[in-house]
């Protein structure tokens, strides 16, 4: 578990709604029926979401959910405290899955394993991914502690390139970085297909189907 605090759910909150931010990423869901956001915090990507029939979010931080069901524009939305790795959801409920900066601090193959249960065939996912460039200024700036953790975070990285797999740190923290190479082992395994990257100044994305 990696939770964020409320300040950076707020912040991202201000991004998603304003439409001419350089900081909006958000995924293209098109014109899918059910819709599923894993580490959704409070929810600030989901409201910018169209008129699907569902929205649903969840994640490990309850502090953040319960955030966003005060503000009133996630009206529409639903929200469950769980893991990406333990989907409380049935096999086939959605038709677009995505992650926005909540993979690398999953089990990888068991998140990845758990959308590719609950996406129906020719369900479509888009999940955001971190280069070395953010445990590396985490391990120039940091102290002590810090610089350790950025290590793992870039050890567990180069593990997920050779294997697709990660390593959980201590107390149930995991994070990585993730290669193109490693995502296309990790989600090849899962079972998806149509492999794609987008990788811009902005964002490191990978869009795959079911
Ligand atoms: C950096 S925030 C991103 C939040 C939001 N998706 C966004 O794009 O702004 C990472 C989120 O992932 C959640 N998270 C971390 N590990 C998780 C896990 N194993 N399962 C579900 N959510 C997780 C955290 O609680 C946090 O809300």
């Known amino acids: 578990m990696n939770t964020s605090p409320v300040s950076y759910h707020d912040d991202e909150f201000r991004i998603a709604l304003d439409s001419t931010s350089p900081h909006r990423v958000v995924p ?8 599923l956001d894993i580490g959704c915090g409070a929810g600030q990507t989901l409201v910018t979401l169209g008129n699907h ?30 893991q990406g790795e333990h989907l409380p959801f049935a096999e086939s409920t959605f038709d677009f899955v995505y992650s926005r900066v909540a993979l690398p601090y999953m089990d990888i193959p068991a998140a990845l394993s758990e959308m590719h249960r609950v996406l129906r065939p020719r369900g479509r996912l888009w999940l ?18 810090g610089r350790i953790y950025a290590l793992y975070t870039i050890l567990n990285g180069a593990w997920f390139h050779i294997s697709g797999r990660t390593f959980p ?13 490693g995502m296309r082992v990790a989600l090849g395994r899962a079972g998806f297909s149509k492999i794609e990257f987008c990788q811009t100044s902005r964002h490191f994305a990978v869009t795959a189907e079911r």
Do not use: M, Y
């Open 28 to 35: 293209d869901t098109g014109s899918a029926e059910a819709v």
């Open 53 to 82: 029939k569902r929205r649903v979010g969840v994640d490990v931080d309850i502090e953040a959910l319960r955030f966003g069901l005060h503000r009133t524009t996630t009206e529409g939305i639903r929200v469950a405290a769980a």
């Open 128 to 145: 955001t991914l971190h280069t070395i460039d953010i445990p590396a200024t985490q391990f120039r700036r940091g102290n002590l502690k």
């Open 169 to 181: 740190f201590v107390r149930g923290l995991c994070e990585s970085i993730q290669t193109e190479r």
